[in-house]
């Protein structure tokens, strides 16, 4: 038998035609909005800031965009992104369902994943979600091979422990308000001015106070991958129902921004009730902005419109981790030393930039190899064979 043959018959990625173009559209956008809020509220001052009494003085252009960012983005662009990780997941699990090691390279595939995470918080920005996507995919992980049912419960039951904490919220789970001040002085001083090894030192010392943010949203990000699974299971983003699409946009945007502004409001805000009306319109707006993307990406016009994302969103993972390098540089002592120095429209101004710069590298990338690199070896290391990068026709002879 040919080796071309026995290739053939080994489970692989999912080939570039046969990606769901929509879905890719959808993820392009969604980094945009990640892109946004991990720049203006992470790299550009420290995300502590968010939870001091103190207001750093802006300019009112400066404030608009801030505001519009947390009302309309913020953690709308993270669900997002879960949801998007879930209905991955559940792709993935499809496309081995055919293999006997389905089990073993989707543990793999997530412990690689990991292992990015961790090199990613480590060595380039403490501020990174790919370790707590990967722990939370492991916990998914056993629910895909249940049926629908499961799926749905899972995503309500997680979801629940989620909006029940946000009444209710752990005791001693977050940082006293004296150490987070300590920590927004350093951090003031340490990334605006220190060289790349006190820049490293001082991101270690701070994953202590990260890891309780990331244990506050892990059962949200559980329900949110759930229940990504569960609408690809049920097959509504095979073949995209427009009028369900849009209609699905319309009550979620619409009870979504009632539910944000009516939660932004402070006499409802320290109500039990109140409390609740933020992270369920973040939920209910970041379902409205998906399901508004891919029913205008699955128009003939729409394709057109949004067409530029698609590569975006096949190398997302690329793009993400540049993304991370690239503001490090621009903000860190170690590169231009931006930290705390300038308001976030001009910084909002310096993430558009990039993200039209990686718009155009991904179509110019995409145009000549099958992955971007790091969803490339990713998927060499997930599958532990070297996978073809060219887009040419893999051609063997028997």
Known sequence: MSRALVRDERPGPVNPSDRIDSIDALRGVALLGVLAINLVMEFRVSIFEQFLSAVRPAAPLDRAVETVLMLAVDLKAFALFSLLFGIGLAIQFEHLSESPRRAALLFRRLIVLLTFGLIHLCLIWNGDILTEYALAGLIVLPFLFGPRWLLAGGAVAFLGVYLAMQVWPPAGLFPSFTS??????????IYATGSFADVLAFRLREVPLFVPLHVYMLPRTLGLFLFGAFVWRCGVLRTPHRVLLFSTAAVCIGLGALLI??????????TGIGRLATPVGTIALALGYGAAILAIANLTSGKVLLGWAVPLGRMAFTNYL???LIFGWIFYGYGLGLFGSIGAAKALAIGLAVYVAQVFFSAWWL???RYGPVEWLWRTLMY??????????????I
């Open 180 to 189: 987070i001040q300590r920590d927004v002085q350093e951090a003031n001083q």
């Open 261 to 270: 502004l009516s939660g932004s409001s402070s006499f409802v805000a320290v």
């Open 322 to 324: 540049a993304q991370s």
């Open 367 to 369: 145009g000549r190899y």
């Open 384 to 397: 532990g064979t070297m996978q073809p990068m060219s887009i040419a026709p893999l051609t063997s002879s």
